[in-house]
Nanobody
Framework: QVQLVESGGGLVQAGGSLRLSCAAS????????MGWFRQAPGKEREFVAA????????YYADSVEGRFTISRDNAKNTVSLKMNSLKPEDTAVYSC????????????????WGQGTQVTVSS
């Protein structure tokens, strides 16, 4: 099991940027596929981005492609999500997730989840 703690959320104006971080416990972090998801009020959780164990493969939802970048640092047991050109529709609670697989997973089929961090984008 991996413990995940997100940070970096906040309030930002449309067009602004934020960088979310997810700190993971556990000695086997480098063998986990990692993902970011978000959930807005009244909506289902949706996939945002995923990265494989080495960082060589990344995948994005169409809605964030070209604006968000997922990355990882296996030496520091962290995964990050850099968000640029933020829009009001990006407002949601963002959560990171870990799965004991070396590939990137774009569904919600993950083993462990963080508590989430709120991102609010004002117009």
């Amino acid at each position: 099991q991996v413990q995940l703690v997100e940070s970096g959320g906040g309030l930002v104006q449309a067009g602004g940027s934020l960088r979310l971080s997810c700190a993971a416990s556990g000695r086997t972090f480098s063998s986990y596929g990692m993902g970011w998801f978000r959930q807005a009020p009244g909506k289902e959780r949706e996939f945002v981005a995923a990265i494989n164990w080495s960082g060589s493969r990344t995948y994005y939802a169409d809605s964030v492609e070209g604006r968000f970048t997922i990355s990882r640092d296996n030496a520091k047991n962290t995964v990050s999500l850099k968000m640029n050109s933020l829009k009001p529709e990006d407002t949601a609670v963002y959560s990171c997730a870990a799965r004991n697989t070396m590939v990137a997973v774009t569904t919600t089929n993950y083993d462990d989840w963080g508590q989430g961090t709120q991102v609010t984008v004002s117009s």
